[in-house]
């Protein structure tokens, strides 16, 4: 089934590499990386075919997670694998970077050999194997709940609230010797991606919301967990549930670990989570929203007469609490066909701003975004004008192209 498995740096350094059926050599992993970096915009589709063999990939961390195959396979099947098989290194090495990578090669073989055999996937069940990895978990420096430097998820630290599990969530499930002394913790962390379109006048045209619920088990094997929701949750339009404000989603969907026995009635999700990092639960909501936006945009556009540019400015206001942050924060804005160059000028140091030229848009990208504070950018749009001139018979007639 699968011939290949290989992981890459964002740079195309080779991580690992295991050849299953020697259908293909090692060559086939310069050819992927090549196939990739010369997309345009690196935006690389998840499957790719070259000479009869297909490359199936995904991208965690900065890492490329790929499978060859030579036969027709499922393409979600690999997908969904790969997927898997980065979740398992987090479990094992606690976190997922190019270092952990480098330090722990022989536990992730002994993963995969235990993963797969002939190319066939055997279980990527995190109980069977833990009964079979013995390799310990090389650490790239000793846990501490006085390290808080790292923002992340379950127990993330942000600037106001100083919170100890953040360290405490990025430890190793799957460590013999973290199980001495070790705590039976559970972490959620509730992950919302909110995409928005503003027309030109500030007035807000369509709004979409995908979250999900994703917890990080560090209780034993086949304990039980109960999660309650607020009783107002409702799925749809139709269905509305109690006397307070509705919080309501249009759809949603749970992992199969999740009995819904008493959701129907009492909201509570019943579960017996394995040990490890797992998504429980996906949501989408769409333009009719319980509340108002967290952000606020304010748009300004000039001409400068002078010369053949457009000045854009562009005041982003984020009302969530002072407590919390907005990370990753893109807002794209599509400029003229006839643009050739973008300057900028922008109000901090965190954030960042291009024009790409395939989709005529500026991305403006804030990595980290305080509630309750305001950021703007000053774009100058540079266009190209043509003057043509064609001579008619009767009359001189000019043409504009803009």
Known sequence: MISQIFILSCRGDHLIYKNFRGEAGNEVVNIFYQKVTTLPENQAPVIMNHEGLHFIHVRQSGLYFVATARTNVSPFTIIEFLNRFASLIKDYCGTLNEKLVRLNFALIYELLDEMLDYGYIQTTSTDILKNFIQTEVVDTKPSSLFDLSNIGLFGADTQQSKVAPSAAASRPVFSSRSEQGSKNEVFLDVIERLTVVIGSNGTVMKVDVQGEIRMKCFLPSGSELRIGLNEE???????????????????????????????????????????????????????????????????????????????????????????????????????????????????????????????????????????????????????????????AEEKNIWYLNL
């Open 233 to 391: 949750f409702s799925i749809g339009k139709s269905e509305l549930r109690g006397y307070g404000t509705a919080v309501r989603v249009d759809e949603c969907s749970f992992h199969e670990v999740v009995k819904l026995d008493d959701f129907d009635s009492n909201r509570i999700l019943k579960l017996h989570p394995p040990q490890g990092e797992l998504t429980i639960m996906h949501y989408q909501l769409s333009d009719d929203l319980p509340s108002v936006l967290p952000f606020r945009l304010f748009p300004t556009v000039e001409k400068d007469l002078n010369s053949n540019r457009l000045m854009v400015h562009l005041k982003l206001r984020c009302d969530l609490p002072p407590k919390s942050q907005a990370l990753n924060v893109r807002v794209h804005l599509p400029v003229p066909k006839n643009t050739i160059s973008l300057s900028q000028e922008l109000s901090s140091p965190d954030q960042t701003a291009e024009l790409q030229q395939s989709t005529k848009s500026i991305q403006w990208v804030i990595s980290r975004f305080p509630g309750g504070s305001q950021l703007s950018a000053l774009f100058k749009v540079t266009l190209y004008w043509k003057f043509c001139l064609y001579l």
